[in-house]
């Protein structure tokens, strides 16, 4: 409200919170792995798939969004009958193959006016929450990156606002190094010289959320047999690119800005830096 946002843009926003507390609610059901796999490849949770069905079905009942998108599944869904036009991008539950050693993990959500296979930067708002031993949510509108902790009813509470990614030496390098291109291998021998510290959990959102309040970089790269590396574009890379970025922060494949790339399909991939302005560069000379 503060920032008069288009009210519909916070129903949808509201809906997402409401919604976060009652995948926390899910954590002590299960922490079995489902059996299945999801299009990637990887191996599903249980979860992950229940994460999931809360979101669309919810979003089906509500009508709030015409596409969506999520990790879990095949295609995009389009809801009959919308009360608005907006895109969502979703991935339900990020890092969780943590979710049984009780690390956190987080639901990472990008909004779009329409169609969702459109570009990073012409999202109008992303957020993610945070299921640690707070529940958080990390939101940009485009009009500074808040941060809300939950309370014991279930009430996301500003806690910052208007954060911006300080300056710091952290590093979280996802892949192995044995399999470490040129460019990369000298940007993170860069970092190592210079003091970087390791932080990396192997959940993306958890990695990132520490970037973005303590500074530093996050990077999956392209890697040997695997040049457009791990993480998914839509999903993944552009909303949490978009707050990194709103939060003076910046986000590359390594030759360029992840939010002006056009995806091709719901599924792309792609290398993954992301942190502060001067990491980004240091790889964007190295990589170009
Ligand atoms: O969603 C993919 C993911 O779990 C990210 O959250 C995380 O950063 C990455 O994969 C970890 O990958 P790896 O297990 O290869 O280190
Ligand atoms: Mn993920």
Known sequence: MQKNTDPKLS???LFF???????????????????????????????????????????????????????EQPGIIEIDNPKNQFGVVIDPLDGSSLIDVNLAVGTIIGIYPGNVLNKGENMIAALY????????????????VCDFVMDEKGEFNLTAQDIKIPDAKIYAPGALRR???????????D???????????????ADMHQILHKGGVFTYPGFKGKEKGKLRLLFEANP??????DAGGAISNGKTNILAIQPRAIDDITPIYAG?????????????
């Open 11 to 13: 129903e949808l926003i």
């Open 17 to 71: 919170g409401e919604h976060g507390k009652t995948i926390k609610s899910g954590f002590l059901k299960s922490q079995d792995k489902a059996g299945t796999r999801n299009i990637y490849g990887e191996e599903q949770m249980a979860l992950d798939k229940w994460a999931d069905d809360v979101l669309i079905n919810g979003l089906r009942k509500t009508r709030l969004v015409r596409y969506i998108a999520t990790e």
């Open 129 to 144: 929450i945070l299921y640690g031993p707070l529940t958080t949510l990390t939101l940009s509108t485009g009009n500074g």
């Open 179 to 189: 399999d470490y291109l040129p460019a990369h291998a000298k940007f993170i021998a």
């Open 191 to 205: 970092l190592e010289n210079d003091g970087y510290k390791l932080r990396f959990s192997g959940s993306f959102v």
């Open 240 to 245: 949490i690119g978009k707050i990194i970025s």
């Open 276 to 288: 502060g302005k001067k990491e980004i560069r240091l790889i964007e000379k190295y990589m170009s």
